[in-house]
């Protein structure tokens, strides 16, 4: 895949991860309207018609809204959430991380800032903003909507722990999210996956206390019942493990990604070699990055939480790992470094 | 006739498309290389004050100084003349007489300690770093803009509409930076 194929699939991917966001508030919406609050298209239908004194006949409401106003809610909301996500992901990003500016006053910032602009110039890219997250372990990561509003921000046991050389090559890795606008994809994903834990915390809890058998028992006919709690237990387990899916999601766009960001983020340097040894070294610290939380994991250049299922192979960890094994990214780039043969498969 | 029009419609639009094309990536190499520049000039404005400041500490190396100095003077004339294959000499020059400079460095452990000289140090490698990355984008975008021209069917009329290979920066072939440095172990 070429840099304007993965280009375009990321933009073909973001629209896509909105519209399902979208269906998504548009499905809570409507189980919401059908049942906590009756509401019932075909009851409109058959509304009864009673005298009104002044003389003419009027539309009675049977018990039932006959305005979806949770759907209608719901998508306003659902769309406004998206939009926001658009337009503020990037700062939402670095506020939950308490990433700050880097400092030029300061010798390794300095470096750093100089590091991003080293990288941006070999990538022909505009400069992006540096920041720093206040925490010991090794972690980088990069956010934004386009190139130029982009930042890459790198922790401070990142800064401590490199030299200039692997700094840089970690440095080019996120430049390689930047330039392949991958950052646009997971800056929204993150964001939207916020909103659904939040949505469906909300409806889980409320769907404890609330009012759901007087809504399924008076909802219109009696033979539409049984199919009714269907309905209920379904849209209530899609409400419930939305955030499971979500993540999954997440984790299955970005390990794809990490791949190619190894891969082109060693071609901006010429340097495999100097990746390979900061892979090591952030391999080598375990510990989690307690500044950035599992809602960003999917952004960072390896997984924050510091399990280490990242070094496990096979299906279960395929499913929740956010980054490919690092193992497998370290060969790969040594087979580009000419230090390791082609693997057979 | 009406198949002859629409045949002809065809190839004009895909000329107009490739023309635009190739005019888009020769400004891009226009700037690529304007870019280079740039990091050259921030590398002459940098020198005199690091010469300035490490001049106190290395005395003994009077003459690596003098030799990064001369470097600098003979690069500043050479951008002013213009002729490239002149700048990229003394420019090549220039990037040795420094690499000798900052090697010695490192035997000065107090100039290490010195929070200015330091700054410089990694202001230089910086600006060293800038223009290698800056010479491996222009080539980058060269060979994008070069192959982009010697592709059929582009290859058919790109000369016609007036495009032509540019050159790649390279090192002349009796450039100091392609001789291996002398590193000297005796003690």
Same mark, same amino acid.
């Given at each position: ?15 896509g ?6 269906a ?5 919406g409507?189980g919401?309207?059908?049942?906590y ?11 009864q018609y ?22 209608i809610?719901s ?5 406004g959430?998206a ?12 506020r939950?991380?308490m ?16 590091v991003?602009?080293e ?8 400069v ?19 190139p ?10 990142l800064l ?11 440095v ?40 759901r ?5 008076s909802?219109?006919?009696s033979?539409?019942?049984g199919?009714?709690?269907i ?8 409400v ?12 299955a ?37 307690n ?19 990242? +070094? ?6 395929d499913l ?15 087979v ?10 | ?21 190739l005019?888009?990536?020769?400004n ?9 520049d ?5 590398r002459h ?11 106190g +500490?290395?005395?003994?190396?009077? +003459?690596?100084?003098?030799r ?12 002013q ?5 002149d700048?990229m ?26 929070e ?5 140090? +990694?202001e ?17 975008v060269?060979?994008?803009f ?7 069917p582009?290859n ?12 790649l ?13 002398k590193?000297n172990?005796?003690?």
């Amino acid at each position: 895949m070429n840099i304007y194929e993965q280009q375009a699939s990321n933009r073909r991917m973001t629209a896509g991860i909105m519209f399902v966001f979208i269906a998504f508030f548009l499905v809570i919406g409507l189980g919401f309207d059908f049942f906590y609050l009756n509401f019932n298209p075909t009851v409109d239908a058959q509304a009864q018609y009673k005298w009104n004194p002044n003389g003419y006949y009027e539309a009675q409401a049977s018990g039932a809204s006959t305005v979806p106003f949770g759907t209608i809610f719901s998508l306003l909301f659902g769309v406004g959430l998206a939009a926001n996500g658009l337009y503020n992901g990037a700062s939402m990003v670095l506020r939950s991380t308490m990433a700050r500016r880097a400092l030029a006053s300061n010798d390794k910032e300095k470096q750093f800032l100089n590091v991003v602009t080293e990288m941006a110039t070999a990538a022909g890219l505009p400069v992006p903003a540096a920041y720093i997250v206040p925490d010991p372990d090794l972690n980088a990561f990069a956010t934004g909507m386009n190139p130029a509003t982009s930042v890459i921000a790198v922790t401070e046991g990142l800064l401590n722990a490199l030299n200039r050389e692997e700094l840089q090559a970690v440095v080019a890795h996120e430049m390689s999210h930047i330039r392949n606008y991958d950052i646009r994809l997971m800056t929204v994903t993150a964001a939207l996956m916020g909103a659904i834990a939040l949505i469906s915390d909300f409806a889980g809890r409320s769907s404890r206390y609330g009012r759901r058998t007087t809504g399924l028992s008076s909802s219109g006919g009696s033979n539409r019942k049984g199919g009714a709690v269907i309905f209920f237990v379904i849209w209530l387990l899609l409400v419930l493990l939305a955030p499971l899916i979500s993540r999954m999601l997440a984790m299955a766009i970005s390990r794809q990604r990490e791949f190619l960001a190894d891969a082109s983020g060693a071609e901006i340097t010429r340097n495999p070699v100097a990746l390979i040894s900061a892979l090591e070294k952030i391999r080598a610290a375990v510990t989690p990055t307690n500044a950035i939380n599992n809602g960003v994991a999917h952004m960072c250049i390896t997984d924050p939480r510091g399990s280490l299922i990242e +070094e496990k192979a096979g299906f279960a960890a395929d499913l929740l790992a956010t980054h490919p094994p690092m193992e497998k990214r370290i060969l790969a780039l040594k087979v580009m470094a000419y230090q390791a043969d082609k693997p057979a498969a | 006739m009406a198949i002859a029009i629409i045949v002809l419609v065809v190839v004009g639009l895909g000329v107009v498309v490739v023309f635009n094309n190739l005019v888009g990536l020769r400004n891009q190499v226009l700037n690529a290389f304007r870019q280079i520049d740039v990091q050259l000039k921030r590398r002459h404005d940098l020198i005199p004050n690091l010469v300035e400041s490490v001049k106190g +500490e290395m005395k003994f190396e009077k +003459e690596t100084l003098e030799r990064v100095i001369q470097a600098r003077t003979a690069a500043v004339s050479a951008g002013q003349g213009g002729n490239m294959a002149d700048v990229m000499a003394k420019e090549g020059m220039l990037t040795q007489a420094l690499g000798r400079l900052m090697a010695i460095s490192e035997n000065y452990p107090n100039l290490k300690a010195n929070e200015s000289v330091r700054t410089l140090m +990694e202001e230089l490698t910086h600006t060293e770093n800038q223009i290698g990355f800056s010479r491996q984008f222009y080539n980058d975008v060269v060979t994008k803009f070069n192959t982009k021209q010697q592709v059929f069917p582009t290859n058919l009329f790109a000369a016609m509409l007036g495009f032509s290979p540019s050159a790649l920066w390279e090192l002349p072939a009796d450039s100091p930076e392609r001789e291996n440095p002398k590193v000297n172990l005796a003690v």
